[in-house]
């Protein structure tokens, strides 16, 4: 009620300030005594007004037609052709011996004033002459609006307001204006000429000027003001029609009556300016149906408005590219469109009263200043009278009005929305608490449904048909998505009440998205989507929670593979002040403009999804609570079709610079070294039997595990980072179990870990990662990467010591394997070896008994190395194993003659060194039996032992049959056994003694080179 009272004195104020625009000036009109023109004289001598006042120079003025005439012509005698006109009017109305005069032409207008004494300055002021003039007084040129002539080659049309000043000394002045119009339809003086003295022009201009700006002003705040609301509120069309009103009001009042836009672009031709007026006009009228149209409940049939647009498009092109404009029917039309406006105007104040709408009184307001401004507006066109000769108050009433009326109108819209917010949020919060006992309730049994399905797939209930393996694959496939989404359900329930801890460490915000990276690289092998994680290591720390940082780049890497079937998805980031800005981008189908305002909103999803799609839209809300909680924000970009970015910040740690060094000192046992924070790595040595090399960036880790392992009789090498542990796996020092966290600065733990299985197999070398948090997916990351174990973070003392002692009582029986292995290397007599042999010396015992006695003694040597059990890890000398190689060869030499032969090179330097026993012989027998005896013309083997910077180097060469590219990488990565124990086992003990492994080079058909470098030691 109280809203209903304010709109009815709102439109009683505007009703009275109405009638007094329109009132007051028409008042002043009745009363003004003003003398007006008489044959060609205006009598000012008993007008007391004439120095205070302007004075309009209306009435009956000497015209002479088709003439330019200037002072000097009226010098001696008066022109012909003069005929009494009034004036203001187009001289097309005018009559000279009952005839119409055309609207083009030149023409002269004269009028005599005489003044109420001499001399003094005086000015006048002309709204438009059309289409072109210029003004003497007191035969002085005063002002110049174009330039008249009496053709259309030697006229220059122009349309703007102006005022001309002179002085004069005399009682009566001549004022002589010369108009020509070879363009528009109606011409000469249309509008009131002003007089009187130059104080009172100037104000007079500066008060219409003033008006003007102040309108175009206003109108053009309105536009932008309601253009930023329509483009917040863009299923409300009519907001931006309203403002599309505003604007070409503003337009159209730039060029009417001073004409302010000829002023701030002078270069603006006549024609251009009248189009402009007609255009914006034209366009005023579409906007203003356009809105009632849409402001209309239901708004209008789609015909109607493919009319109006169409009329409105037509008219336009017409204006702009014909002479329309320059006729009189374009006042017709404007007209006609004027009165529509008014007729939707009132329909949709009927609709609003019968409806008992209570912004019906601001459409009153806006129906009666409508009305009135229509007829000041066909005054002003018909009749000719000036832009501001009433105060221009309807228009912004007008306006004022309909934005009220959608202010109201929006008001009870979102009071009726208020009403139903306050009800969904009860709902909501009801919707969420039967949601959260519910996911709880359903963790364990779907928990079962995904492990019972997925032992059925390992074969725990027998052996399945193709089906029903591919039936229980999508039960487990569902079963895991439907645990997410239960999860995915619980973090909401706790964010939503504030329920979660963050637990903020310094971290290598690289090293948190390569483990998340690389858990994504394995679920999309085998699809075309490449990922790329452009973080630069080692460089940005950030404070955060490391699960729920690896939660928002799961959830935003999870969002980019469904909705990118090909193209790539990358990781990149940028400083910030004291923030990482950390961007997720990929190259998919991208979200629509409409819908990615809301994509954070719970439970929003992009339409339809295909299978693979499916959630319940809650991973990208997760994402930005828990970055919020982090103190960041979250912005998306996506452009359709081209993909979809998006952008959060994460705090940086102070300075961006990490600790490099342990706080305090670490107190060793049984009388070690203190641990010196200065010299990481550093080994503390208990006199143990194992070796640990723990790996780790947090110093309180490094020193608990530290204490733990030392307690347990472990010897312990700590490495502060992924690159030290690296280099000292490289160095001589045996480990027996390597401890190591999953992130780091600089290379991650997984990285570390896939690195040092290039060297060390499981069995060689146990890898025990630490992680933060466990999860299926990390774990399966891990043992991809070439873990035996995990424990996780903060660990149990006695769990750790349970997997710390299975993992080196497994590398314990690797050694001992490797040392059996060793000596049935030695031990093995293969019996078709002895067998060739022993007929070989058979047969030369007839043809050559010498050389079968020196075959014997080499067989004899062959034996005594080969039954030598007493160490089989002990030392030889380099010249004992070149002894042993000779003595296999010429055995192998005596059986096939020509088809072999042997070449050596070697440094007599090497031969006192010693060696690991069975290092050199098996590589040379390996090539003649596998490289040149499955030639049939066989070949040469090179044994070639050099000595040069400390090392041994040992190669031999064969040009043999060479080995397949297939069955070479898995020699070189000891994963073949096809050739025996041989090659596998001296791979294995140069890694085991001295830290490195066989290089072997071959091409198939050209031959094979394998070769070892190993320290020099006695």
Same mark, same amino acid.
């Given at each position: ?5 304010? =709109?009815k004195s ?19 009109l ?34 002479y ?72 007084a ?5 002002l ?127 024609n ?90 601001y459409? @009153? ?154 858990i ?47 193209g790539?998805?990358?990781?990149s980031?940028r =400083? ?19 819908k ?51 952008t959060?910040?994460?705090?940086l ?91 780091m ?30 999860l ?25 010591k ?23 290397l ?8 002895? @067998? ?23 067989l ?13 890890a ?12 000779k ?13 072999l ?118």
């Amino acid at each position: 009620m109280n809203n209903t009272n304010m =709109q009815k004195s709102f439109f009683v104020i505007m009703l009275l300030i109405m009638a007094a625009s329109v009132a007051v000036p028409l008042f002043r009109l009745s009363l003004s005594d003003i003398p007006k023109a008489v044959k060609g004289t205006l009598d000012l001598r008993d007008y007391d007004g004439v120095r205070n006042k302007t004075v309009k120079l209306s009435g009956e003025w000497e015209f002479y037609f088709g003439q330019l005439l200037t002072p000097e012509d009226f010098k001696n005698q008066e022109p012909s052709g003069k005929t009494i006109q009034n004036v203001p009017a187009s001289w097309g109305s005018y009559q000279i011996e009952g005839e119409h005069l055309p609207p083009q032409g030149s023409a002269t207008y004269r009028l005599r004033i005489l003044l109420p004494a001499e001399g003094g300055n005086f000015g006048i002021k002309i709204t438009c002459i059309s289409a072109s003039a210029r003004i003497f007084a007191d035969d002085q040129l005063i002002l110049e609006c174009g330039s008249p002539g009496n053709s259309p080659e030697t006229t220059v049309h122009k349309y703007y307001a102006d005022t001309g000043y002179f002085q004069t000394d005399d009682g009566e002045v001549e004022i002589l204006v010369q108009a020509a119009d070879f363009s528009y339809v109606n011409s000469g003086i249309l509008y009131e000429i002003h007089f009187g003295d130059q104080k009172s022009i100037a104000a007079l201009r500066m008060y219409d000027s003033f008006l003007d700006i102040s309108l175009i002003s206003g109108m053009s705040f309105l536009a932008l003001y309601f253009f930023g609301l329509g483009l917040q509120r863009k299923k409300s069309a009519e907001i931006l029609f309203f403002a599309l009103y505003c604007l070409v009001s503003s337009l159209q009042a730039s060029v009417r009556s001073e004409a302010l836009l000829n002023y701030a672009l002078p270069a603006l031709s006549y024609n251009t300016s009248l189009k402009i007026l007609i255009i914006s006009y034209t366009l005023c009228l579409y906007a203003l149906i356009k809105f009632l149209y849409h402001a209309q409940e239901g708004g209008s049939s789609r015909r109607a408005n493919l009319i109006i647009d169409g009329i409105t498009l037509f008219f336009i092109l017409l204006d702009w590219f014909t002479d329309f404009y320059l006729w009189g029917y374009i006042y017709t039309v404007a007209l006609v469109g004027q009165i529509y406006v008014l007729f939707l105007l009132i329909s949709l104040l009927a609709k609003n009263t019968k409806g008992g709408s209570e912004g019906r009184y601001y459409l @009153f307001s806006a129906v009666v200043s409508s009305l009135i401004h229509l007829l000041t507006i066909l005054a002003n066109f018909i009749l000719l009278w000036e832009s501001n000769l009433f105060l221009p108050v309807f228009q912004p009433i007008f306006v004022l009005s309909l934005a009220l009326y959608m202010s109201e109108k929006y008001e009870n819209s979102f009071k009726t929305i208020e009403k139903l917010s306050d009800r969904l949020v009860v709902l909501d919060k009801l919707k969420d608490d039967f949601l959260a006992k519910t996911s709880h309730e359903l963790k364990t049994p779907l928990n079962g449904i995904i492990n019972i399905s997925q032992s059925l797939l390992d074969g725990a209930g027998g052996s399945l048909s193709r089906a029903q393996a591919e039936d229980i694959r999508l039960i487990t496939s569902i079963g895991k998505r439907l645990s997410t989404l239960v999860y995915d359900i619980l973090d909401y329930s706790k964010l939503k009440v504030m329920d979660i801890q963050l637990h903020i460490v310094c971290l290598d915000v690289h090293q948190v998205a390569e483990s998340t990276v690389d858990i994504f690289r394995y679920l999309i092998k085998g699809r075309p989507i490449t990922l790329e994680n452009k973080i630069p290591p080692n460089q940005y720390l950030i404070m955060a929670d490391e699960n729920r940082l690896k939660q928002i780049f799961s959830n935003l890497l999870d969002n980019s593979l469904k909705y990118t079937e090909l193209g790539s998805i990358s990781l990149s980031c940028r =400083q910030d002040g004291g923030f990482l800005w950390i961007q997720v981008s990929d190259t998919g189908i991208g979200i629509p403009a409409d819908k990615l305002k809301d994509i954070f909103a719970p439970y929003e999803q992009l339409g339809e999804q295909s299978a693979n799609q499916r959630g319940i839209g809650l991973g990208l809300t997760i994402t930005q609570q828990l970055i919020e909680l982090h103190g960041g924000q979250i912005v998306a970009r996506s452009e359709p079709g081209q993909g979809t970015s998006f952008t959060f910040s994460i705090p940086l740690a102070k300075d961006n610079k990490p600790q490099r060094s342990l706080p305090g000192d670490y107190v060793g046992y049984d009388g070690s070294e203190s641990l010196a924070t200065e010299a990481l790595p550093q080994t503390v040595h208990v006199g143990g039997e194992f070796s640990i090399l723990v790996v780790d960036d947090e110093f309180s880790n490094l020193k608990a595990l530290m204490n733990i392992l030392t307690l347990n009789q472990y010897n312990v090498t700590v490495a502060i980072n992924g690159e030290a542990a690296l280099h000292l796996l490289k160095g001589a020092f045996h480990y027996d179990l390597c401890i190591l966290d999953v992130m780091m600065p600089g290379i991650s733990g997984y990285e570390v870990c896939r690195k040092i299985r290039e060297t060390y197999s499981p069995l060689e070398l146990p890898i025990l990662l630490l992680t933060a948090k466990a999860l299926p997916e990390d774990m399966e990351a891990g043992f991809r990467a070439g873990a035996n174990d995990f424990i996780e973070k903060p660990f149990e003392v006695r769990e750790l010591k349970c997997r710390v002692s299975t993992l080196v009582q497994l590398k314990n029986s690797m050694d001992l394997l490797l040392k059996k292995e060793t000596a049935f290397l030695q031990a093995q007599i293969r019996p078709h070896f002895l @067998f060739n042999a022993l007929n070989t010396i058979y047969s030369f015992c007839y043809t050559n008994p010498g050389k079968a006695g020196e075959l014997l003694a080499e067989l004899g040597v062959f034996l005594r190395s080969s039954f030598d059990f007493s160490s089989t890890a002990s030392l030889v000398t380099v010249e004992k194993e070149l002894r042993l190689v000779k003595a296999y060869v010429a055995i192998e030499e005596a059986r096939f003659g020509s088809q072999l032969e042997v070449e050596y090179a070697v440094e007599p330097s090497v031969l006192n060194f010693s060696i690991l026993p069975l290092m050199i012989q098996p590589i040379v027998e390996n090539s003649i039996r596998h490289g040149l005896l499955k030639r049939s013309q066989g070949g040469k083997v090179s044994l070639s032992l050099t000595h040069s910077e400390d090392c041994i180097q040992v190669e031999v060469i064969d040009n043999g049959v060479g080995i397949p590219a297939s069955v070479l990488k898995d020699l070189i990565h000891a994963k073949s056994e096809t050739r025996g124990v041989g090659l596998t086992n001296i791979s294995r003990r140069l890694l085991r003694f001295y830290g490195t492994t066989l290089t072997i080079f071959s091409v198939e058909d050209h031959g094979t080179t394998v070769s070892f470098r190993i320290p020099a030691k006695t």
